[in-house]
């Protein structure tokens, strides 16, 4: 179950990734540490997810399949779905300012809550631990 909640622990190749996003360099370096911590709490197909970072609080409510609207810490909004691939979660958005497609997923591997980032040939991973 991904239920509970979840600190970010390391980043791979995640300063890359936002430069493919178009992130500069000041915002990359602070969001790098940011501190994200997510609580995830799923009944059925229904997510609440809380996000808490050194940029903002906020809560997002989704169920897997439905579209819905989700905008980054700088502004860029995004709209999409997660689905649930086998027990894996799986995220398809696209920009709204320029069309083009990220792709995200949740998976647990031994305890940890790995989440994957793809855009425009680049990837990315945010590693998380309970707590
Ligand atoms: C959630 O489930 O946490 C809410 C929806 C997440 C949508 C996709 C998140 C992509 C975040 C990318 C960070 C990019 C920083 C440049």
């Given at each position: 179950?991904?239920?509970?909640?979840?600190?970010?622990?390391?980043?791979?190749?995640?300063?890359?990734?936002?430069e493919?996003m178009?992130?500069?360099?000041?915002?990359?370096?602070?969001?790098?540490?940011?501190?994200?911590?997510?609580?995830?709490?799923q009944?059925?197909?229904?997510?609440?997810?809380?996000?808490?970072?050194?940029?903002?609080?906020?809560?997002?409510?989704?169920?897997?399949?439905?579209?819905?609207?989700?905008?980054?810490?700088?502004?860029?909004?995004?709209?999409?779905?997660?689905?649930?691939?086998?027990?894996?979660?799986?995220?398809?958005?696209?920009?709204?300012?320029?069309?083009?497609?990220?792709?995200t997923?949740?998976?647990?591997?031994?305890?940890?809550?790995?989440?994957?980032?793809?855009?425009?040939?680049?990837?990315?991973?945010?590693?998380?631990?309970?707590?």
């Amino acid at each position: 179950t991904y239920n509970g909640s979840w600190k970010v622990d390391r980043n791979e190749n995640y300063e890359k990734f936002m430069e493919q996003m178009g992130i500069n360099m000041v915002k990359r370096k602070l969001a790098a540490h940011d501190n994200l911590k997510i609580t995830l709490e799923q009944t059925g197909d229904k997510f609440i997810v809380k996000e808490v970072s050194a940029f903002r609080t906020l809560d997002i409510e989704f169920t897997l399949g439905v579209n819905f609207e989700y905008s980054l810490a700088d502004g860029t909004e995004l709209s999409g779905s997660w689905v649930m691939e086998g027990d894996m979660l799986k995220g398809t958005f696209s920009r709204k300012d320029n069309g083009k497609v990220l792709i995200t997923t949740r998976k647990i591997v031994d305890g940890e809550l790995v989440q994957t980032y793809n855009y425009e040939g680049v990837d990315a991973k945010r590693i998380f631990k309970r707590g």
